[in-house]
């Protein structure tokens, strides 16, 4: 029934929107104006800062396409109608390889959303993209927390507001299965092994995963990495091996790696549902916690967006079906967050694209694309009574405490040779049985020299 | 399997005669049975991407097509949401597949079109460097598209320019206007071969009928018309449908010259977007890909007699 009348509805908001707009063009070119927009200019009264700009085109490209998509643009109706642009929106997978084709070859779009710093800042080298204005590095300044702002800056010159969030640093698991085994949510990286300890000796694997993702296959593995290794070095010390000051096989990387062994490489405790430790590196990611649902799995490390992949039927809740727990440091009063998120890029500076940054850095975006389906965005403008389910509210919850330490996910900041490539391939290895030494020396040897 | 279609008049005796041993070797019982085993093993994937496509999409997500036998359980959802499922941001599979289409039918026609005018001043036309072109298009074929991206689209986007004086204006379009980009690449990308297959079968052709031709009174234009064409339709119907099969089934350039939106991505693009941004709904590709196959498959089942004689046409050539 639901799944009917989607359609329907989506058909009557872009009819009205349309009738709407056609009642705008016909207003703003009549003298009588004033009296036949009264109802509208309301409405329009949070988008009049933007100006008008009548006829006026802003094209975006970004990675994010399909549902997600339609949300966004639904979202920026009001803003398109009121201020008489029109944003064309486009999405597509191959994104990180098209925005390079499309500016090398003069046909950039005027926003690109970057999810990875790292191309962001190779875009920005390159001299491609214009530095943020004034009234948008107001705007983040004033909406993000230092950590975020920081990765939309290079060389001190800031560049792109960020836009969404994901949190990565979750583990997943059955709040009933947990209830009724009288089992806690661990709150140190202690409790946790004895936890898992506890539910091996069960006969259930405590832990399930999966890190097939076609080409990017080891992705998943690299963030546990990353926030085990957050945890171990602390903050400046996950920036140091991001920037590559600590190298990849120094021995506290390989103490943390091996820290993650010893849950991912424990036949004892993975791969809950599926098989041996092997199997691992053949489950696609979309399917790595599905088990817990079937109680043949307890727990399973993956981003707050995890909450998409639960077979239909699946409630996410504090008290339902699946839900998810911090995953615990050695001191339970640090508490770094892994995460990752998208940033705006301009690759022009029209007095039209500058009004839609900014807007796109409102917290009145951010809520207004809350509104419509599930988002998080570590935007403070952010009305946590927006969330539309429980496990968005805990990831925006945890962006916005003052103590959380945010850390970007650390494989979309180095060289993509690196962060994008033989890191994955490393851990899929790792996993497949190559020993931490061998393959923390392989990543290590291909950082690219300069 | 048994049947090969005699070769094409044109062929000479040799090339007849080495066709029909092969056809004798072919036609026998052992040849027939691992012909068919052949088929059973190249088929049972495409049968199990089917079956797929019609299995609910938990199942999908969940166990493997075989075990729809053990528990079988059918579903038209899975075409019901790529062929009717709305999206705001890029409409219904219905658009895309004309849009397929607008950017399929101009891309086969301009490069037949171009290759067979160019293949016949090669072949029977006299002129001075005549073989030094040939071997140059040729040789064009050796140049990866992917090379001529980049290039290619700042051509239509800043227009050509040398030493800062403006040789030709971008070409500036957007919107459905964007089509004649892709029409524009894929006849490009399409010329080298194109003309090195047609310019080997006109070359072919006796140079008797020609010279008779000629004595009759007729010009390069009639006998272009009226002699070479129908002798080489079959080469052209071959060309045809490679062409065809390549632009319907291409990504990488209709992504760069069309763009992603629904104003003028071809079906290819759409597919591609459609499993979501983290792939979560995978489940739909299965039923895309069979929508996206029945265009071709109709076309390769109606033409498929040129096919066969024009690739033996071409493979048995001395």
Same mark, same amino acid.
Not at chain 1, 29 to 37: D, K, L, R, T, Y
Not at chain 1, 183 to 209: F, N, R, S
């Given at each position: 029934?639901?799944?009917?009348?989607?359609?329907?509805r989506?058909?009557l908001?872009?009819g009205?929107?349309?009738?709407?707009?056609?009642?705008?063009?016909c207003?703003?070119?009549e003298?009588?104006?004033?009296?036949?927009?009264?109802?509208?200019?309301?409405?329009?009264?949070?988008?009049?800062?933007? /100006?008008?700009?009548?006829?006026k085109?802003v094209?975006?490209?970004?990675?994010?396409?399909?549902?997600?998509?339609?949300?966004?643009?639904?979202?920026?109706m009001?803003?398109?109608?009121?201020?008489?642009?029109k944003?064309?929106?486009?999405?597509?997978?191959?994104?990180?390889?098209?925005i390079?084709?499309?500016?090398?070859? &003069?046909?950039?779009?005027?926003?690109a959303?970057?999810?990875?710093?790292?191309?962001?800042?190779?875009?920005?080298a390159a001299?491609?993209?214009?530095p943020?204005?004034?009234?948008?590095?107001?705007?983040?300044e004033?909406n993000?927390s230092p950590?975020w702002?920081?990765? &939309?800056?290079?060389?001190?010159?800031?560049y792109?507001?960020?836009?969404g969030?994901?949190?990565?640093? %979750?583990?997943?698991?059955?709040?009933?299965?947990f209830?009724?085994?009288?089992?806690a949510?661990?709150?140190? @990286?202690?409790?946790?092994?004895?936890?898992?300890?506890?539910?091996?000796?069960?006969?259930?694997?405590?832990?399930?995963?999966?890190?097939?993702? /076609?080409?990017?296959t080891? @992705?998943?593995a690299?963030?546990w990495?990353?926030?085990?290794?957050?945890?171990?070095?602390?903050?400046?010390g996950?920036?140091?091996?991001v *920037?590559?000051?600590?190298p990849?096989?120094?021995?506290e990387?390989?103490?943390?790696?091996?820290?993650?062994?010893?849950?991912?490489?424990?036949?004892?405790?993975?791969n809950? /549902?599926?098989?041996?430790?092997?199997s691992i590196?053949?489950?696609?990611f979309?399917? +790595?916690?599905?088990?817990?649902?079937?109680?043949?799995? *307890?727990?399973h490390?993956?981003?707050?967006?995890?909450?998409?992949?639960w077979?239909e039927?699946t409630t996410?809740?504090?008290? +339902?079906?699946?839900?998810?727990?911090y995953?615990?440091?050695?001191?339970?009063?640090?508490?770094?967050?892994l995460?990752?998120?998208?940033f705006?890029?301009?690759?022009?500076?029209?007095?039209?694209?500058?009004?839609?940054?900014?807007?796109?850095?409102?917290?009145?975006?951010a809520?207004?694309?809350?509104?419509?389906?599930?988002?998080?965005?570590a935007?403070?403008?952010?009305?946590?009574?927006?969330?539309?389910n429980?496990? =968005?509210?805990?990831?925006?919850?945890?962006?916005?405490?003052?103590?959380?330490?945010?850390? %970007?996910?650390g494989?979309?900041?180095?060289p993509a040779?690196? /962060?994008?490539?033989t890191?994955?391939?490393?851990?899929t290895?790792?996993?497949n &049985?190559? =020993?931490t030494?061998?393959?923390?020396?392989?990543?290590?040897?291909?950082?690219?020299?300069s | 399997?048994?049947?090969?279609?005699?070769a094409?008049?044109?062929?000479?005796p040799?090339?007849r005669?080495?066709a029909?041993?092969?056809g004798?070797?072919?036609?026998?019982?052992?040849?027939?049975?691992?012909?068919?085993?052949?088929?059973?093993?190249w088929?049972?994937p495409?049968?199990?991407?089917?079956l797929?496509s019609?299995?609910?999409? !938990?199942?999908?997500?969940?166990?493997g097509?075989?075990?729809f036998?053990? !528990?079988?359980?059918?579903?038209?959802?899975?075409y019901?949401?790529?062929?009717?499922g709305?999206?705001?941001?890029?409409?219904?599979?219905?658009?895309f597949?004309?849009?397929?289409?607008v950017?399929?039918?101009?891309?086969?026609?301009?490069?037949?079109?171009?290759?067979a005018?160019?293949?016949?001043?090669?072949?029977?036309v006299?002129?001075?460097?005549r073989?030094?072109?040939?071997?140059?298009?040729?040789?064009l074929?050796?140049v990866?598209?992917?090379?001529?991206?980049v290039?290619?689209?700042?051509?239509f986007?800043?227009?050509?320019?040398?030493?800062?004086l403006?040789?030709?204006p971008?070409?500036?379009?957007?919107?459905?206007?964007?089509?004649?980009?892709v029409?524009?690449?894929h006849?490009?990308?399409?010329?080298?071969?194109?003309?090195f297959?047609?310019?080997?079968?006109?070359s072919?052709?006796?140079g008797?009928l020609?010279?008779?031709?000629?004595?009759d009174?007729?010009?390069?234009?009639?006998?272009?018309?009226?002699?070479?064409?129908?002798?080489?339709?079959?080469a052209?119907?071959?060309?045809?449908?490679?062409?065809f099969?390549?632009?319907?089934? !291409?990504l990488?350039?209709?992504?760069?010259?069309?763009g992603g939106?629904?104003?003028?991505?071809?079906?290819?693009?759409?597919?591609?977007?459609?499993?979501?941004t983290?792939?979560?709904?995978?489940?739909r590709?299965?039923?895309?890909a069979?929508v996206?196959?029945?265009?071709?498959?109709a076309?390769?089942?109606?033409?498929?007699?040129y096919?066969?004689?024009?690739?033996?046409?071409?493979?048995?050539?001395?």
């Amino acid at each position: 029934m639901s799944l009917l009348s989607r359609p329907a509805r989506t058909a009557l908001v872009a009819g009205t929107a349309g009738l709407a707009l056609v009642a705008a063009g016909c207003g703003s070119s009549e003298p009588s104006a004033p009296a036949a927009g009264g109802g509208t200019s309301a409405a329009c009264a949070p988008f009049e800062k933007f /100006g008008k700009h009548d006829g006026k085109k802003v094209s975006v490209y970004s990675s994010i396409r399909d549902t997600e998509a339609d949300l966004f643009q639904q979202t920026w109706m009001p803003f398109e109608k009121c201020t008489g642009m029109k944003i064309t929106y486009e999405g597509a997978g191959e994104f990180e390889a098209q925005i390079q084709v499309r500016s090398d070859g &003069g046909n950039p779009p005027d926003l690109a959303f970057f999810p990875q710093p790292g191309l962001l800042q190779r875009f920005v080298a390159a001299g491609r993209l214009k530095p943020a204005p004034a009234e948008v590095k107001r705007l983040a300044e004033q909406n993000w927390s230092p950590d975020w702002a920081k990765y &939309g800056t290079v060389d001190g010159t800031f560049y792109a507001a960020p836009l969404g969030a994901s949190v990565k640093s %979750f583990v997943w698991y059955s709040p009933g299965m947990f209830k009724e085994k009288g089992w806690a949510v661990p709150k140190t @990286w202690d409790e946790l092994m004895t936890l898992t300890d506890t539910i091996a000796g069960t006969g259930v694997k405590p832990w399930c995963a999966g890190i097939e993702s /076609g080409e990017a296959t080891g @992705w998943p593995a690299t963030d546990w990495i990353e926030d085990v290794l957050l945890r171990e070095l602390g903050p400046e010390g996950y920036d140091d091996w991001v *920037a590559h000051k600590i190298p990849f096989n120094a021995p506290e990387v390989v103490a943390a790696v091996d820290k993650v062994g010893a849950i991912l490489k424990n036949e004892r405790f993975v791969n809950g /549902g599926y098989g041996p430790v092997k199997s691992i590196a053949g489950t696609a990611f979309q399917e +790595g916690g599905v088990p817990i649902t079937e109680g043949r799995c *307890a727990l399973h490390r993956q981003a707050s967006f995890y909450a998409n992949f639960w077979p239909e039927g699946t409630t996410v809740a504090e008290d +339902g079906d699946v839900f998810a727990f911090y995953l615990p440091g050695n001191d339970p009063a640090e508490k770094p967050v892994l995460g990752a998120g998208e940033f705006v890029g301009a690759f022009t500076d029209r007095p039209e694209v500058q009004a839609v940054q900014a807007y796109l850095a409102t917290g009145d975006h951010a809520n207004a694309r809350m509104k419509l389906g599930t988002y998080v965005s570590a935007n403070k403008g952010v009305d946590i009574a927006n969330a539309q389910n429980p496990i =968005d509210r805990l990831s925006i919850e945890m962006l916005h405490d003052p103590d959380t330490v945010f850390r %970007f996910d650390g494989s979309d900041l180095m060289p993509a040779a690196v /962060g994008a490539g033989t890191f994955w391939k490393g851990m899929t290895d790792w996993i497949n &049985g190559k =020993d931490t030494t061998t393959v923390l020396d392989f990543i290590e040897a291909s950082w690219p020299a300069s | 399997m048994t049947s090969v279609p005699p070769a094409a008049a044109a062929v000479r005796p040799g090339a007849r005669q080495a066709a029909r041993r092969v056809g004798k070797r072919l036609s026998g019982r052992a040849a027939s049975a691992v012909a068919i085993v052949i088929a059973v093993l190249w088929t049972t994937p495409t049968f199990g991407l089917f079956l797929s496509s019609l299995r609910p999409e !938990d199942q999908i997500k969940t166990t493997g097509w075989w075990s729809f036998f053990s !528990d079988p359980q059918l579903t038209l959802e899975n075409y019901r949401e790529v062929l009717f499922g709305t999206s705001s941001s890029s409409g219904k599979m219905a658009g895309f597949l004309i849009n397929s289409i607008v950017i399929t039918i101009p891309s086969v026609l301009f490069p037949l079109a171009f290759a067979a005018f160019a293949a016949y001043a090669l072949a029977w036309v006299p002129f001075r460097g005549r073989n030094g072109i040939y071997i140059g298009v040729f040789a064009l074929q050796v140049v990866p598209l992917q090379m001529a991206l980049v290039p290619l689209l700042s051509f239509f986007s800043e227009g050509v320019s040398v030493f800062g004086l403006q040789l030709m204006p971008a070409w500036e379009l957007e919107g459905p206007a964007r089509f004649a980009q892709v029409w524009f690449a894929h006849t490009c990308f399409a010329l080298p071969f194109g003309v090195f297959l047609l310019h080997n079968f006109m070359s072919e052709l006796p140079g008797e009928l020609i010279e008779a031709a000629r004595v009759d009174g007729a010009g390069h234009g009639v006998i272009f018309r009226r002699v070479v064409l129908p002798l080489i339709a079959p080469a052209l119907a071959t060309f045809g449908i490679f062409q065809f099969l390549w632009v319907w089934n !291409d990504l990488l350039v209709a992504l760069i010259f069309a763009g992603g939106t629904s104003e003028s991505a071809p079906m290819t693009v759409r597919l591609a977007q459609m499993a979501g941004t983290r792939g979560n709904e995978w489940q739909r590709l299965t039923a895309g890909a069979f929508v996206s196959l029945v265009i071709p498959l109709a076309v390769f089942l109606s033409m498929q007699r040129y096919f066969v004689r024009g690739l033996l046409a071409g493979g048995v050539k001395g």
